[in-house]
């Protein structure tokens, strides 16, 4: 088993900023690609930023200069920094990773933390 468990959500006014971690344990032997994904209500859940093993990373158009993903491999751990936040960035946010682990190739989910970006 492998678990994403996430933290640094919150209320936070535009033009603010917030940082997001995941970190991953369990059997993990190693992690592939590390990404954040986000729900807005009514919406469907939308790629975020992607970060792979060696570095490369990928972000959403909308976030693009605003956001910057990273990772720890040696905490197994993932983060978002959010900068310049806007009304709309307000979401569920959840990370995912695909994980090598003793019982297989996983693509486990955290359970989501919730950011607002109101006044």
């Known amino acids: 088993q492998v678990q994403l468990v996430e933290s640094g959500g919150g209320l936070v006014q535009p033009g603010g900023s917030l940082r997001l971690s995941c970190a991953a344990s369990?059997?993990?032997?190693?992690?592939?690609?590390m990404g954040w994904y986000r729900q807005a209500p009514g919406k469907e859940r939308e790629l975020v930023a992607l970060?792979?093993?060696?570095?490369?990373?990928n972000y959403a158009d909308s976030v693009k200069g605003r956001f910057t993903i990273s990772r720890d491999n040696a905490k197994n751990t993932v983060y978002l920094q959010m900068d310049s936040l806007k009304p709309e960035d307000t979401a569920v946010y959840y990370c995912?990773?695909?994980?090598?682990?003793?019982?297989?190739?996983?693509?486990?989910w955290g359970q989501g933390t919730l950011v607002t970006v109101s006044s």
């Open positions: 970060i792979r093993s060696g570095g490369n990373t």
């Open positions: 995912n990773a695909g994980v090598l682990a003793r019982s297989g190739y996983l693509e486990p």
């Open positions: 369990g059997s993990i032997l190693v992690i592939n690609a």
